[in-house]
């Protein structure tokens, strides 16, 4: 979903509030972390324009289906967080190594055309959201390096 700027009211913010639903979740990357929505995700975005830039101001809350970084069995990872995002035009700004500093100074990212789009946002809020570390029990014995059995279930014969 694309949020067009010119709709965004000079005075009072733009509210949304969303339900992701599974059939939201488009893999494109078999390995990446996260696998799909476990329970439908909820999202409220408030856009509002601050001088010459626009601040999306949200939350989320629900649940994706991530794979354990130790055994690789995917498990219910319960989603709650909160965002602060800025987005300008980059138009106004002179140059790419400009542009380059703004991002990473005060995390502003830099619009394409004329819409914001809020697909890749959550998307990458979801990835920002999990731990450096997923794992499906704080415990998890993980796979065995040599005969890759998982630890958790059975006992291989490998010896170190
Ligand atoms: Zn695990
Ligand atoms: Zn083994």
New binding site residues.
């Given amino acids: 979903m694309i949020i067009d700027l010119k709709s965004i009211p000079q005075d009072n913010p733009k509210h949304l509030e969303l339900c992701l639903e599974k059939g939201w979740w488009k893999s494109d990357d078999p390995d990446g972390q996260i696998s799909g929505i476990s329970a439908p995700i909820r999202a409220r975005v408030d856009i509002y324009k601050a001088g010459d830039k626009y601040v999306l101001e949200g939350d989320m809350e629900g649940a994706v289906r991530v794979r ?1 970084d ?2 690789l ?1 995917p498990f219910d990872h319960k989603i709650k967080t909160d965002f602060r995002l800025f987005f300008a035009q980059p138009s106004r700004y002179a140059n790419k190594a400009e542009i380059e500093l703004l991002e990473e100074d005060m995390e502003t990212g830099f619009i394409n055309g004329e819409g914001i789009e809020l697909d890749d946002v959550f998307r990458e809020q979801l990835y920002l959201s999990l731990p450096i570390k997923s ?3 704080e415990d ?1 014995k ?1 796979l065995c390096p040599v005969c890759g059995a998982d630890l ?1 279930i059975q006992r291989c014969q490998c010896r170190k």
């Fill in positions: 354990c130790r055994c069995k794992l499906c029990r998890c993980g958790n």
